[in-house]
């Protein structure tokens, strides 16, 4: 009897570690959630429509811009090749009788809003299906994709809400301070807004493009890191997705500490139909450098966003740019182009000031240190890393605040000390994970064999 017992408890399918981790997910779904309701009665005390809410429409309304494909291909990497083809098919069905039908009831839908609820029926009938007819490691792997595919679907709904919070939420801005810090780097702004204009309507079109199509950059990458999923039957422990959704997790709360709306907005005419020259602190980017002055916070309007500091185009990029390094050659060289052109955009049109690049680099190489410790167990090397990088982001944004005018005055000093600063923590990064990279084992020397006479 006692023997059948030992056998029952020893055969048992538990595994050391798995209970901890099972509670990690579940307290980070909670808190998700939590989050998530948070937005939308945020949202709706400002008197518009939150995430919750908006993503529930587009299953019958006309679907906003945005990724609801990208978050469907994500999806898709858990599924075969068939299943593939079978789930695309569908979702472009279901989109062709959304727009027929649509047409023929005479709904006037606004450009660029056709297509998109079927990709997002797809995924919630892929969430369905796993429920209803999987069980087991099989259920787990499709609804694993199902979340991905509408994390990005949902985040950027997240992202737009919060983007609109700031606004309502922030009404004076930081600028001047950040305007006078960024003379320690030459105001950067400044010059590559003058040859931006210089080079007319070809470089601002690819320009342009660059900068929205970065969610298209990253799917691609993703999707490329992810592409064993269907055969290897589980997720890789790192890719793209985990660092971008991290990163515009904790980087828009960074706004509502630091609201900046960048250097088209407060010194020059403004964009988008938003802003505008009544709003500027003065008229002058891109050809007139901000004066020197003592600066002090400004009122905006309540329509553009405080999203500068720190850039998260500049985050997004970099993380494009050092999930591509073990891709093939095309897309390594992609991902740099993506992030020297994104640098360019957001400097070139006015959208950030060149400190608020220095941060966000900062900013992406923190956070991807972090989780890529987080799989490691938090050893010594990275706590270092991540501390560092968590020390020097603070700090930075510390001098942009009550330091500006020193920095302002003395830009051959307080210039190299930012950029070595970013630096540091490049260096810091680049040593730190290739001392993870495994070390490829030494071959055994042969003895040498008798010669057969």
């Not at 602190?281 to 720190?310: E, F, S």
């Not at 095309?330 to 000031?353: D, K």
């Not at 630096?423 to 680049?430: I, K, P, T």
Request: charged fraction near 15%; glycine fraction near 10%.
């Amino acid at each position: 009897m006692s023997s059948r017992i030992d056998r029952s408890i020893t055969s048992a399918p538990w595994r050391p570690g798995r209970q901890p981790r099972v509670v990690l997910w579940a307290t980070a779904g909670v808190v998700a959630l939590g989050f998530l309701i948070g937005v939308e009665v945020m949202s709706r005390h400002y008197g518009a429509a939150g995430p919750i809410t908006v993503q529930a429409r587009e299953v019958v309304f006309p679907p906003k811009p945005g990724p609801l494909y990208g978050g469907l291909a994500l999806m898709m990497v858990v599924l075969t090749w068939r299943q593939r083809f079978i789930a695309l098919g569908a979702a472009i069905g279901i989109d062709v009788l959304f727009v027929l039908g649509r047409w023929a009831a005479g709904v006037n839908v606004p450009e660029g809003h056709l297509f998109g609820n079927g990709a997002l029926w797809v995924m919630l009938g892929c969430a369905v299906f796993a429920i209803t007819r999987r069980t087991g490691p099989e259920r787990v792997l499709l609804l694993k994709g199902v979340g991905l595919g509408l994390l990005l679907v949902t985040g950027r709904k997240i992202g737009d809400t919060w983007l609109f919070i700031t606004a309502k939420s922030r009404p004076t801005v930081l600028d001047p301070y950040v305007a006078m810090a960024d003379h320690a780097l030459g105001s950067p702004s400044w010059v590559v807004g003058r040859a931006v204009e210089a080079s007319g309507s070809v470089g601002s079109y690819l320009l342009h493009f660059v900068y929205g199509e970065l969610a298209v950059a990253a799917i691609v990458v993703a999707v490329y890191q992810l592409r064993n999923v269907a055969a290897e039957r589980r997720f890789p422990r790192h890719h793209l997705v985990r660092t971008f959704l991290v990163i515009g997790l904790l980087g828009p709360a960074v706004y509502m500490v630091f609201p900046v709306v960048g250097p088209v907005f407060a010194y020059g005419p403004g964009a988008s139909g938003t802003g505008g020259v009544e709003w500027a602190v003065v008229n002058l980017w891109p050809h007139t450098p901000a004066p020197i002055t003592a600066p002090h916070p400004v009122l905006y309007d309540g329509l553009t966003p405080r999203n500068c500091m720190p850039s998260l185009h500049t985050a997004w990029a970099t993380a494009i740019f050092i999930h591509s390094r073990n891709a093939p050659r095309p897309m390594r060289y992609a991902g740099t182009f993506w992030l020297v052109a994104t640098v360019c955009a957001t400097l070139g049109f006015g959208y950030h000031y060149g400190v608020d690049l220095v941060a966000g680099l900062v900013f992406a190489l923190t956070v991807e240190a972090a989780l890529r410790t987080y799989d490691r167990g938090w050893d010594r090397s990275g706590v270092q890393l991540v501390a560092h990088g968590t020390v020097v982001f603070v700090a930075l944004l510390a001098s942009y605040r009550w330091l500006p005018l020193k920095m302002a005055a003395h830009p051959w000093v307080f210039g190299p000390l930012v950029l070595l600063a970013l630096a540091s923590v490049v260096y810091g990064y680049l040593r730190t994970t290739k001392e993870w990279e495994p070390k490829a084992a030494p071959a055994l020397l042969r003895e040498p064999q008798p010669e057969l006479v």
